[in-house]
């Protein structure tokens, strides 16, 4: 039995993965609650330490960043008025840096993103952050519709357990290896690790 191939690859529209030096890195939902609050996320601290080093690769060659920032509801998760709302400080943006805020998964729902990313006029984002399945799924598929080519970087996304249909837990590295492999089918060259695009 053959190997099946991405759909990327069977209509000739794969592409090589970004390089910082000419991309937008954006980084979503780097936020507390993921270490603190209710959504805690097992594989957090790995997938932050690659956020961090994207962040000091791209600061370091001057590349754009744009940071996405999901505000909940009050009370809830990502409240923006309690401290699981706010940056993680490993990933915070420092001044001068793009934060976009955004109420839906998808960042570029009711935001500017779409506005923020014509005027770095990068067509190659790079995207990391939280959770897998949700906002990095929603965000990284809409960038076809607006034209963009997306770099995907694995080990700098993370997710949590989810119930399934039949009282069961899927556990969070089977939902964010089934998401990173349905979103390189179709919408992303995905790549392992920080180290592969520096």
Wanted: glycine fraction near 8%.
């Amino acid at each position: 039995m053959s190997i099946p191939q991405t759909l990327l690859a069977l209509t000739g529209r794969s592409h090589a993965p970004a390089k910082l030096g000419n991309a937008t890195l954006v980084v979503i939902d780097a936020q507390e609650e993921y270490r603190s609050g209710v959504l805690q996320l097992p594989g957090l601290d790995p997938a932050l330490e690659e956020i961090a080093k994207l962040l000091a690769a791209a600061r370091a060659q001057g590349s754009a960043i744009v940071h996405v920032k999901h505000l909940g509801i009050a009370g809830g998760p990502l409240d923006p008025r309690s401290p699981r709302g706010q940056h993680l400080p490993e990933a915070a943006p420092l001044p001068g840096e793009i934060v976009v805020e955004k109420r839906m998964p998808n960042a570029f729902s009711g935001t500017d993103l779409h506005e923020r990313l014509q005027a770095l006029g990068h067509l190659d984002l790079i995207i990391c952050g939280f959770m897998t399945h949700s906002s990095i799924s929603t965000t990284v598929r809409a960038t076809k519709d607006y034209g963009y080519r997306c770099t995907l970087v694995d080990s700098a996304c993370a997710t949590r357990d989810l119930p399934t249909l039949d009282g069961q837990v899927l556990n969070a590295a089977d939902m964010h290896r089934a998401e990173m492999i349905a979103l390189a089918d179709n919408f992303a060259a995905v790549v392992s690790c920080a180290n592969a695009l520096l």
